[in-house]
């Protein structure tokens, strides 16, 4: 396997996620900004007010970019969404301006570790920028092990930040003096709002780790999951915090302190407060750094594999860590901690984040509206289209009240991107994103490969716990040609269709045969290299999915592909036919990409045609603990108790259900009124729980 084509490792939890999410958070925003947020527009104590108006603003971005990392689990994150679902030109200016606004918080967040160190070690005060550059080497050094190392080192940090955060809040609320909350609810609704917006990027970081989505396990899960903690943790730590600061300063002691979390904590705690506090500080901020390191070094290596930038940086190392990527985002943050000011820079770096939140909103919009069958996020935001409307509309509100600097630097980003879209990318890239999905007066633009990739992806992330795969092929239907020859594809059709009418009353054998030969004639039945087919069907009027397997070991002699009608289609050796309800376009492809899964894995034929019967071959696709197959014997097998009644008087275990019947050499398709009978062969599938229960609970003494 070549450098580049190796693989990101899946090794993060939802503690990873949520750690790394926090942390991004809990930083600059909780003991820096209070306090001159709290003067900016003369809100003094009502500021935490302001703190709590700020994530409603906040709350469809997150929601929206969390349906996108759950379809989209790749690399790079807002690139990655923003690319697909708008094009290279707007994934250039998002993917470069999110890696440089990570790139300069991380910055500013080690100058402002550098800074609290100095407290604790005055002579080190002239020498706060060697001591970040070899902080940012050294989290380097940790990102470069592992992604898992960054986050076990973050969980540690998190973890000792939210202790001490929750000891000086339980202190001070008992502390906090009513008089300096005399005028908590009395401010002007313009005061409010502007400093709502000026607060409101303290959570912004919690949107950054879905560029690590490729790295999460079970992304559809996890990332909502720990996106969500961590929103919740970070408006509890905000809001009580910040309350405990105004109630215990008085109003001369909070305008424009910069100092104010280390104050308050000093009033509680004494001398020990400051201490805590200031420890408090220095894990926030080299948290901050630390998955900003780990979500920055993934947008360089996303651009690179699209092209977008070289392909060196596309590199991934031995331990499965984007290399080169890794080390470009080290060297810039060094760079500027040398020659420029990250404190100044980084507010700006911050408007250019609204400018993407609103885009990510509106991206969801295209993904939706585009109907591409392969856009199957596990997560999907509520309130469609609103919630993103929202997003886009308090995004740019928010946008415009950033001062005109701000605004410039936006500008400048978004010019130099389209610049180096159009001196180097341009001619390089044939494709386009789901924009051109939605508009049929732009079909002839349509990105076809969009699809494919999509549906890579479905493959890649798997099925859903309620996915009735097991269900399903514990229920199939097996066509054994063994060793006959001479077997065409059409007499292959013939036989599962007869096996479907006696499934799907709905539709006649022949129907259905005529709709599988024209699904090959138009080539929608592809057969891989190695002899698979799967023929597949959607259609109306069906309320569940039937599949029907064929294995023939000389080889099922397949029609020509229309589009290469000279190409010499190799024999079918393994073919799958799938009718799933039409209704439900995502599971069927599920199941699809599921099956692709098994019968690409090594070793698949060698299990296939060496199976020694129907029970063997439906093995291969499911999973051990999820099903059973058991032969009803005489009076001495307890599973006997479940004869001579309706299945749905049999009381199965919860999650636990009879899959396939055979009886007399014929398959028996179980329905609630089916009763068993001395002799059947039982297929049973269900949680592994539940198959468990089922074994100590029926099958003791049973085969």
């Not at 990510?360 to 609103?386: A, H, K, N, Q, T």
């Amino acid at each position: 396997m070549s450098e580049d084509s190796k693989k990101l490792k899946k090794e993060l939890g939802v503690k990873d996620i949520f750690a790394l999410a926090a942390g991004t958070s809990l930083s600059a925003g909780f003991f820096l900004l209070p306090g001159f947020a709290a003067s900016e527009y003369g809100l003094g104590s009502s500021v935490v007010i302001a703190y709590l108006v700020a994530v409603f603003a906040l709350i469809p971005v997150v929601f929206s970019i969390a349906e996108l990392s759950t379809a989209m689990p790749r690399a790079g994150g807002a690139y990655y969404f923003i690319d697909r679902s708008l094009g290279p030109l707007f994934g250039t200016v998002g993917g470069i301006g999110s890696w440089l606004a990570l790139v300069l918080k991380s910055g500013f967040a080690l100058i402002g570790m550098g800074f609290y160190i100095a407290l604790f070690f005055p002579q080190y005060s002239e020498h706060i920028v060697p001591i970040s550059i070899l902080a940012s080497i050294a989290l380097g050094l940790i990102n470069w092990i592992s992604a898992k190392s960054s986050g076990e080192f973050q969980k540690w940090l998190v973890g000792v930040l939210v202790l001490i955060l929750a000891v000086f809040v339980s202190g001070g609320v008992t502390k906090i003096e009513p008089s300096n909350l005399s005028t908590f609810f009395d401010f002007p609704a313009q005061a409010l709002l502007s400093t709502s917006a000026m607060v409101y990027i303290s959570y912004a970081g919690i949107t950054k780790v879905t560029s690590l989505s490729e790295e999460v396990k079970d992304p559809e899960r996890t990332i909502p999951l720990g996106m969500f903690y961590a929103l919740g943790v970070s408006v509890l730590v905000y809001g009580l915090g910040t309350l405990v600061m105004v109630g215990v300063i008085p109003l001369g002691g909070l305008l424009g302190n910069p100092t104010l979390a280390a104050d308050a904590a000093q009033a509680i705690f004494g001398e020990t407060g400051l201490y805590l506090i200031s420890l408090a500080a220095i894990a926030a901020f080299i948290s901050v750094a630390n998955a900003g390191i780990l979500t920055a070094s993934r947008y360089p290596l996303a651009m690179s594999r699209d092209d977008i930038i070289p392909r060196v940086f596309a590199k991934i190392s031995h331990n499965g860590t984007p290399i080169y990527s890794l080390i470009l985002t080290v060297v810039f943050i060094s760079l500027i901690l040398v020659f420029l000011d990250p404190a100044k820079i980084v507010k700006l770096a911050s408007a250019f984040q609204l400018f993407v939140f609103a885009i990510l909103c509106f991206s969801v919009i295209v993904m939706r509206e585009s109907r591409i069958e392969g856009y199957d996020p596990g997560y999907r935001s509520p309130f469609y289209p609103w919630m993103q409307i929202a997003g886009v509309v308090s995004s740019l509100w928010l946008f415009s009240s950033v001062g005109i600097s701000s605004k410039l630097f936006t500008a400048v980003v978004v010019v130099v991107c389209m610049l180096w879209y159009r001196l180097y990318i341009r001619k390089k890239l044939k494709r386009d994103g789901a924009i051109f999905h939605m508009f049929e007066n732009l079909g002839r633009s349509r990105y076809g490969g969009l699809d494919t990739e999509l549906r890579g992806i479905l493959k890649e992330k798997g099925l859903r716990k309620d996915d009735p795969f097991d269900r399903l092929m514990a229920g199939s239907a097996v066509i054994d040609l063994e060793n006959k020859d001479g077997v065409d594809f059409e007499t292959v059709v013939n036989m599962a269709s007869e096996e479907f009418g006696r499934r799907i009353k709905r539709f006649g054998s022949r129907e259905l045969e005529r709709r599988f030969i024209h699904g090959a004639g138009v080539g929608i039945t592809p057969v891989t290299e190695e002899g698979v087919a799967l023929p597949h069907l959607r259609l109306d009027g069906i309320d569940k999915m039937e599949i029907v397997m064929v294995r023939s070991c000389a080889g099922v002699q397949m029609p020509p592909d229309p589009e290469s009608p000279g190409l010499q289609v190799p024999k079918a050796r393994a073919l799958f036919f799938l009718i799933s309800p039409s209704d439900d376009t995502n599971l069927h492809l599920r199941i699809l990409a599921r099956m692709a899964s098994i019968v690409e894995a090594q070793g698949f034929f060698t299990d296939w045609l060496s199976a020694a019967g129907e029970d063997d071959l439906r093995a291969i696709f499911t999973r051990s603990e999820q099903i059973i197959t058991v032969n009803i014997g005489k009076w001495d097998s307890a599973a006997h108790s479940l004869t001579g009644k309706p299945l749905k008087d049999s009381r199965l275990p919860q999650g636990c259900l009879v899959a396939l019947v055979r009886r007399g050499g014929q398959t028996v398709v179980p329905g609630p009124l089916t009763i068993l009978e001395e002799g059947d062969s039982v297929t049973f599938v269900g949680e592994p729980e539940a198959i468990e229960e089922l074994k100590t609970k029926y099958l003791r003494g049973a085969d």
